[in-house]
């Protein structure tokens, strides 16, 4: 008698080890893991943009209202800012004031070194004393963009370009989104 239940206890574990087994396949490929898909996706978002990283090759930037105007086949965008940056009343610097679609960012250049630990990969940057970086970044992904920055009516920066895009995904070759971005690094002499 014992030997006819150890055979269907047997039965049964087995059973269930294949629903399981069978189950957690499921899971996996359900989620991209397996034979037939990678790893899953992230959320790690991006959108299409154009980018431009100017530097000032001398020790500072030059004071005074800066006018900055991007020129696109769509239409012209503008933003502007005050150097020295005014100091807010809870702290901080005054940060540029840009039209929908254009991002200006001002901040100190730096100057960046990177170590290897056990297991950690440090980038340390720490700030090149008077010298400055600006970040441009434009929505979308215009054809043509020519950049202009101009303080107290003086020309300190006139380029153009014609953008070669590259497709940018964030979170793994077969995730969305998709995006389109270019970017360019100029020099204030």
């Known amino acids: 008698m014992k030997k006819p239940c150890r055979t269907y206890l047997?039965?049964?574990l087995v059973s269930s080890a294949?629903?399981?087994t069978a189950a957690l396949c499921l899971f996996l490929v359900g989620c991209g893991w397996g034979p037939f898909g990678s790893k899953g996706c992230t959320d790690i978002g991006c959108s299409d943009q154009?980018?431009?990283t100017v530097i000032a090759s001398s020790t500072e930037l030059p004071e005074g209202t800066h006018t900055l105007t991007v020129t696109t086949e769509v239409g012209m965008l503008s933003c502007s800012f005050v150097v020295p940056f005014e100091t807010l009343p809870g702290g901080g610097t005054a940060v540029p004031q840009c039209q929908t679609g254009l991002g200006v960012f001002v901040g100190p250049n730096t100057s960046c070194t990177e170590m290897l630990t056990d297991g950690a990969r440090i980038l340390r940057c720490d700030p090149i004393p008077?010298?400055?970086k600006e970040t441009i970044s434009i929505s979308g992904t215009p054809t043509s963009v020519r950049v202009q920055q101009l303080v107290a009516g003086a020309t300190?920066?006139?380029r153009s370009v014609m953008p070669e895009y590259q497709q940018h995904r964030p979170n793994g070759p077969q995730c969305d989104?998709?995006?389109r971005q270019a970017s360019v690094e100029w020099t204030i002499p």
């Open 130 to 132: 008077g010298q400055f």
């Open 10 to 12: 047997e039965r049964s």
């Open 177 to 179: 989104p998709l995006c």
């Open 18 to 20: 294949l629903g399981m």
């Open 156 to 158: 300190i920066l006139d």
């Open 50 to 52: 154009f980018g431009a």
